[in-house]
T-cell receptor, first 115, second 110 residues
Framework: DSGVTQTPKHLITATGQRVTLRCSPRSGDLSVYWYQQSLDQGLQFLIQYYNGEERAKGNILERFSAQQFPDLHSELNLSSLELGDSALYFC??????????????FGPGTRLTVT | QKEVEQDPGPLSVPEGAIVSLNCTYSNSAFQYFMWYRQYSRKGPELLMYTYSSGNKEDGRFTAQVDKSSKYISLFIRDSQPSDSATYLCAMNRGNEKLTFGTGTRLTIIP
């Protein structure tokens, strides 16, 4: 158990719909990352938040948005869903409050299926 | 050219063998190196985390980093069928996204 939790585990929804994925980082970790992994594809970085602020963006679509709340949990919002958005979405956390370590711990992921 | 190169395999070895997994990278600014194990459709599990060149050992796993050659390795001793998974190398400069290799699919044959 990495200490990173994600809900829900599975989501099945229709094209055009909107969903929200939730992530709780390891206790005390300040950075949250979102990654997308399509079937048999590598992990693609979407976005990073650090202590409530957006820090970096990757190949994140305009239909996707995220935020990190004061308690450090994060949500990834996916809207106007398309079939191609079907993938595993992982959240990772890192950076202890001392800022001395940078290993990233991944959650179990949310499997999104768009039909 | 990709920033991180990793042989995708697949790699099949008999149980009990020593497994060697490798990655090369081109960005000399990378400082932190990680190895993950990912079972099918599960979250990547952090196996090893290293900073700077040298060796680090944890049980049956040894990670090596050679920054002068931009080359990292993961060795698995006494391999077990439960080690069958995809192994991903990853690296970054600190508080930022990870840059991953493509992953090596490993099968340990009983």
């Amino acid at each position: 158990d990495s200490g990173v939790t994600q809900t829900p585990k599975h989501l099945i929804t229709a094209t055009g719909q909107r969903v929200t994925l939730r992530c709780s980082p390891r206790s005390g970790d300040l950075s949250v990352y979102w990654y997308q992994q399509s079937l048999d594809q590598g992990l693609q970085f979407l976005i990073q938040y650090y202590n409530g602020e957006e820090r970096a963006k990757g190949n994140i679509l305009e239909r996707f948005s995220a935020q990190q709340f004061p308690d450090l949990h994060s949500e990834l919002n996916l809207s106007s869903l398309e079939l191609g958005d079907s993938a595993l979405y992982f959240c990772a956390s890192s950076v202890d409050p001392g800022g001395n370590t940078y290993e990233q711990y991944f959650g179990p992921g949310t499997r999104l299926t768009v039909t | 050219q990709k920033e991180v190169e990793q042989d995708p395999g697949p790699l099949s070895v008999p149980e009990g063998a020593i497994v060697s997994l490798n990655c090369t990278y081109s960005n000399s600014a990378f400082q932190y190196f990680m190895w993950y194990r990912q079972y099918s459709r599960k979250g990547p599990e952090l196996l090893m985390y290293t900073y700077s060149s040298g060796n680090k050992e944890d049980g049956r796993f040894t990670a090596q980093v050679d920054k002068s050659s931009k080359y990292i390795s993961l060795f698995i001793r006494d391999s077990q069928p439960s080690d069958s998974a995809t192994y991903l190398c990853a690296m970054n400069r600190g508080n930022e996204k990870l840059t991953f290799g493509t992953g090596t699919r490993l099968t340990i044959i009983p």
